[in-house]
């Protein structure tokens, strides 16, 4: 557990304050916290317990700058007011096999086991209750950029496993630049409260590398990732003497990777169940692994509040991950690569909470989001590295399951009061985060992309519901809105802008590798590839709102969706 917090606890009376909490250490050069654990099993004999190679982190970190709940706060001579943190972090985790790998009989639950269980958390805030007097500017910057990567491989050698390789990343990120509960802050100056978060994951699962020899069962690979990024106040602004700027700016990258082992998975049963002492289908295996990981954030304090209870909202929707086509549920499968991603990004004044400046009023919110899954049975029953062949009457199944469930919210909302400014731009945009965060001018676009791809291999004789799925649930929005009821009194004639624009591309690919699957019995389809998407743009003057005294006003909303080289969705 890593915490990096400045804070003002007791009343101050000063010139100008300059709060920050940063991670980069001037005096070593060092960049950001880097948390990495690895292990790395060798040849063993004949049983092998819970994991021949077992890696696993639990890290929270926590950067915070904030005034103090209650606390007084007064400036002279109408000096600035900053509160600054950034939060980077390098989270790694690896479970590989040493050469050759175990060379036993039976193993376990899993020959390598990786567990990525993450949260961090990057805070600029004037807290509830705290008072800000005689400012000038007042400036709340939180930023954040985080690099999580898990990886497990299956060693050269084994008996039957159910899951002789899981990868999981569980994931929380947040950052936040708030004005907290309490009087209205009033300044002479600018008011800017940013957030900006940069969050990628990476999990693979590899067993595709074992060899001939390898054990046969599962590769699983398993993400669950909740990006947050919010800038917001919870009091009045009046009196300000310049511009007042929410902006929040957020980029989700997660993606996940499975590749089969030569062996395969063990094939149904002759009524398509999963084989005896297993889970009862790839959900079950899913809610298992995930359900476990869950008991160790919580039992290790892993996340706030709110991050554990955004985990537990995701867990207990199993019906957003679920492995499943009309016709039922995967029942079993060599490779298995699951996503399931919550990226949220708002700028947002919330609803009975006044704003009022003579200057410009901007709500600003800037979304990318990726998300990735890729499944492959394509080294069932190959030749490996060494020309060696399976033995074809110990090859199981090669089937290929990529599920890719992926929420992303990029709202930026004016709520319900009389505020009065001097011109208002509320936008919702589809930009390059990184570049954006590199350089605040930056004003280059990035589209979503989202992309579910299944590729079986040739396997043995029954195959459940499907030989390869690849299926996305995708919902987006980019919302702009001026709430209903909301009055908004431009001075000086000044301009309204509202502007929403949501691009994504999204691609689902279910295929076998060379001639398929070699079996004698398929289930109910050897391919199944669905796109299940919804995508919506909304910039909106909300009914019942008003906006008097305005010069200017553009109201502009894009929604682009894109194919993948014109292969949106593929079934072979």
């Known amino acids: 557990k890593v915490k990096n917090d400045a804070i003002i606890a007791s009343a101050v009376s000063a010139g100008s304050i300059h709060l920050s909490a940063l991670s980069d250490n001037p005096l070593t050069a060092k960049i950001g916290n880097s948390f990495k654990t690895s292990s790395t099993s060798g040849a063993g004999s004949s049983n092998v317990g819970v994991a021949g190679s077992f890696a696993l982190n639990l890290i929270d970190t926590q950067t915070t700058a904030t005034i103090g709940a209650g606390v007084a706060v007064n400036i002279t001579g109408g000096g600035a007011v900053e509160a600054t943190t950034d939060n980077k972090t390098d989270s790694e985790v690896a479970a590989t096999p040493a050469s050759g790998g175990a060379t036993g009989d039976t193993l376990g639950l899993g020959a390598s086991v990786g567990l990525n269980i993450i949260a961090n958390r990057s805070r600029a805030e004037v807290a509830d209750g705290a008072t800000v007097t005689g400012a000038g ?19 050269g050698s084994g008996g039957f496993a159910l899951t002789p390789v899981l990868a999981l990343s569980m994931v929380n990120n947040s950052t936040t630049a708030r004005l907290g509960t309490g009087s209205g802050l009033s300044t002479t100056g600018a008011v800017s409260v940013a957030a900006a978060q940069n969050a990628s994951t990476t999990t693979t699962a590899k067993a595709d590398a074992a060899g001939a020899k390898a054990a046969v069962g599962l590769s699983l690979a398993l993400a669950l990732v909740d990006d947050q990024v919010l800038s917001t106040t919870d009091r009045n602004v009046t009196g300000a003497g310049g511009t007042v700027t929410f902006s929040a700016i957020g980029a989700s990258t997660s993606e996940v990777t499975s590749a089969a082992s030569a062996q395969g998975a063990a094939a149904a049963d002759d009524s398509g169940a999963a084989p005896a002492g297993g889970e009862a289908d790839v959900d079950s295996a899913a809610t298992t692994q995930l359900t476990s990981a869950s008991n160790k954030q919580k039992s290790k304090g892993v996340g706030d509040t709110k991050q554990r209870g955004a985990t537990d909202t995701a867990l207990a929707d199993g019906d957003s991950r679920s492995a499943s086509t009309s016709e039922g549920k995967i029942s079993v499968a060599a490779g298995v690569a699951i996503n399931v991603q919550n990226a949220t990004v708002s700028a947002i004044v919330p609803d009975a909470t006044v704003i009022s400046t003579a200057g410009m009023l901007t709500l600003r919110s800037a979304s990318n989001a990726t998300g990735k899954t890729t499944a492959t049975g394509a080294a069932v029953g190959q030749k490996d590295a060494a020309g060696n062949t399976p033995d074809p009457s110990k090859v199981g199944i090669g089937a290929a399951v990529a599920v890719n469930s992926v929420k992303v919210k990029n709202d930026a909302t004016l709520g319900v009061a009389a505020h009065t400014v001097g011109g208002l731009t509320v936008e919702a945009l589809s930009l390059d985060v990184a570049k954006l965060m590199a350089n605040p001018a930056s004003t280059d676009t990035k589209s979503d992309e989202f992309l579910a791809s299944a590729t079986s291999g040739a396997g043995g004789s029954k195959v459940g519901v499907a030989g390869s799925l690849a299926l996305n649930l995708i919902d987006t929005q980019s919302t702009a809105r001026i709430s209903s009821a909301a009055s908004v009194a431009i001075t000086g004639a000044g301009a309204v802008t509202l502007k929403a624009d949501n691009q994504t ?48 006003v553009s109201v502009d909303c894009l929604l682009y969706t894109s194919d993948a080289a014109d292969d949106s969705l593929r079934v072979d």
């Open 505 to 552: 591309t999204t691609t689902a690919e279910a295929k076998p590798v060379g001639g398929g699957a070699s079996g004698s019995s398929f289930g109910i389809g050897a391919s199944v590839g669905l796109n299940i998407i919804a995508n919506r743009s909304v910039a909106e003057l909300s009914d019942s709102a008003t906006v008097t005294g305005a010069g200017a």
């Open 137 to 155: 500017a007042l400036t709340l910057s939180a930023s954040a950029t985080h690099d999580i990567i898990t990886t497990a491989e299956a060693g």
